[in-house]
C-alpha cells in the first residue's frame, strides 16, 4: 500500500510540474479582469480604459477595441455567447451593462444605474438566456440584477432579500464571485469584515480571511460536488492564512483547508479537471492535483482572472497589460 501511495505522489507531482504559462498577448495598455472562454478558439476579455479584446484563433492573434464613450471606464468582467455577441459590465457610477452582436464594432447600453453608491462587481449566466449580476450592497441588501433574455434587459431579482453584515461586500477582481444555476438560483461568496457563503435562503460563514475591506472570498468554482474558493488579503498579497478553502456543495459546512495553501492572495480560481485546479493573483499562477488540499506555484507572474473554456479544455489567463495560455 506504500508503495502503491508513493507512485500515486509521484505521478501527481510530475502532472503539476510539467504545466507552464504562455503569453500569448502583451504590452495592452489595460488591466485586464474580464474573461470569457467559449471553446479552444473564442475568447474574450475586458478591462480598464474601456479595452475589449477577442480572439477567434485560440489567441495566437488579437483584435482590440475601446468601446467609444468609456475610454476611462473599467469593465471588470465579461459574458460571450459567440464569436459576435458579449456583454460587459462596467464599474462605478452609474452601473452600465452593454452588449453586441456584431464582434465589438457596435455596442448598446443595455442597462444604467445612477442610484449613489452602485457598483456592479460580477456577473454570470448559465446559458445563453438566463443572467445574474450583483454589485455592493446598498441600503444594507445584496445588490442583484437578472436578465431573462440573453442581457437585452435587466431586472431586480425577484426572490428575497439577503442583507449584509456591517463590512460585508463583494470584490470586482474576477467576475468570477457569483454563479447562476438555471433561472433563480445562485451561489455568491463576499469578502470584508466577514467572508460568507450565500445563497437565497441560506448564508454560511467561511472560515477565510475576514476583518479588513481587502480581506475575504474573492473566487470560487465549482465542479459537480466540489468547491474551491481562494482570496485572502490584497493588501498582504504575500500572507497565505485564510486564502483557500474547499467543501462539498451538498455539506456546505465540511469545510478543508490546504495543507500546502496558494502562495498568496488570489482573486481567481478555475477546475481544469476533476480534483485539478488552478488559482492565480499578484503573486502569481497556482496548481493543485488533489481538490486544493496542496498547492504548487508554476509561475510568478501576477494575474487577475483565470477561465476553462466552456466546451472544450483551454485554460486561459488575463492580466494588467497581458493575456496568457496554460500548457498542459
Not at 44 to 53: A, D, E, F, L
Not at 114 to 137: E, H, Q, R, W, Y
Not at 200 to 225: C, H, N, Q, R, W
Request: proline letters at 3%; hydrophobic letters at 40%; aromatic letters at 8%.
Amino acid at each position: 500500500m506504500r508503495i502503491r501511495l508513493l507512485v500515486a505522489s509521484l505521478l501527481l507531482s510530475c502532472s503539476v510540474f510539467s504545466q507552464t504559462i504562455e503569453t500569448v498577448a502583451t504590452g495592452v495598455k489595460s488591466s485586464m479582469r474580464g474573461l470569457s472562454v467559449l471553446n479552444d478558439n473564442i475568447v474574450w476579455v475586458s478591462g480598464s480604459g474601456g479595452t475589449v479584446g477577442r480572439s477567434l484563433d485560440g489567441g495566437k492573434t488579437w483584435n482590440w477595441i475601446t468601446v467609444p464613450g468609456f475610454e476611462k471606464r473599467e469593465f471588470r468582467d465579461i459574458e460571450a455567447f459567440d464569436e459576435n455577441t458579449a456583454v460587459i459590465i462596467a464599474v462605478a457610477e452609474p452601473g452600465n451593462i452593454l452588449k453586441t452582436t456584431d464582434g465589438g464594432k457596435t455596442w448598446t447600453t443595455v442597462f444604467t444605474d445612477t442610484t449613489k453608491g452602485v457598483f456592479l462587481d460580477a456577473m454570470d449566466f448559465s446559458d445563453a438566456k438566463n443572467g445574474i449580476v450583483v454589485g455592493d450592497p446598498i441600503n444594507g441588501q445584496v445588490y442583484l440584477r437578472v436578465t431573462k433574455d440573453g442581457g437585452n434587459s435587466w431586472a431586480p431579482y425577484k426572490g428575497d432579500a439577503i442583507n449584509v453584515q456591517k463590512g460585508e461586500a463583494f470584490f470586482a477582481a474576477s467576475g468570477t464571485n457569483i454563479i447562476l444555476q438555471g433561472k433563480d438560483k445562485f451561489i455568491a461568496v463576499s469578502g470584508g469584515t466577514i467572508s460568507r457563503l450565500l445563497q437565497p435562503g441560506s448564508a454560511v460563514e467561511l472560515p477565510m480571511a475576514k476583518g479588513k475591506e481587502t480581506t475575504g472570498a474573492y473566487s470560487f468554482a465549482i465542479y459537480k460536488d466540489q468547491v474551491a474558493v481562494v482570496g485572502g488579503d490584497y493588501m498582504a498579497p504575500k500572507e497565505t492564512a485564510g486564502n483557500c478553502v474547499m467543501f462539498k456543495l451538498s455539506q456546505p459546512g465540511s469545510f478543508r483547508t490546504p495543507v500546502a495553501p496558494p502562495s498568496g492572495y488570489m482573486s481567481g480560481v478555475e477546475f481544469i479537471a476533476a480534483g485539478q485546479l488552478i488559482c492565480c493573483g499578484t503573486t502569481g499562477v497556482d496548481i493543485s492535483g488533489d481538490i486544493g488540499m496542496h498547492w504548487t506555484q508554476i509561475s510568478k507572474d501576477s494575474y487577475n482572472a483565470v477561465k476553462r473554456s466552456k466546451t472544450g479544455r483551454s485554460v486561459f489567463l488575463a492580466g494588467d497589460g497581458k493575456v496568457s495560455k496554460l500548457i498542459y
